[in-house]
């Protein structure tokens, strides 16, 4: 069993930026592709970027395209979604999940996910 703790999330104004960390607890991500979703009020949740632990490939949805990347420190076993030029519209709950497929696209189908962590809330004011 694998526990994701995400942290990073605030409150901040638009066009700052934020960075967003996922760790797993008792045990490293190895192989596994890590990924960080999001979900607004009222509405589903949606993929916002992955990235494959081993092989660093990475996927991400257009709309934030330009503005976050994600990335990985094999040293501290973290993942990070750096965001950047924040809107409103990126205000979410953000989770961490991973999972045991190697082709990042594959989180689009949110069922592949096998772990989540609880989510850390990012709010931005305009």
């Known amino acids: 069993q694998v526990q994701l703790v995400e942290s990073g999330g605030g409150l901040v104004q638009a066009g700052v930026s934020l960075r967003l960390s996922c760790a797993p607890s008792g045990r490293t991500f190895s192989t596994y592709t890590i990924a960080w979703f999001r979900q607004a009020p009222g509405k589903e949740r949606e993929i916002v970027a992955a990235?494959?632990?081993?092989?660093?490939?990475?996927y991400y949805v257009d709309s934030v395209k330009g503005r976050f990347t994600i990335s990985r420190d094999n040293a501290k076993n973290t993942v990070y979604l750096q965001m950047n030029s924040l809107k409103p519209e990126d205000t979410a709950v953000y989770y961490c999940?991973?999972?045991?497929?190697?082709?990042?696209?594959?989180?689009?189908?949110?069922?592949?996910?096998?772990?989540w962590g609880k989510g850390t809330l990012v709010t931005v004011s305009s």
């Open positions: 999940a991973a999972s045991y497929y190697s082709d990042v696209s594959s989180v689009v189908n949110q069922r592949n996910m096998a772990y």
């Open positions: 990235i494959h632990w081993t092989g660093g490939s990475t």
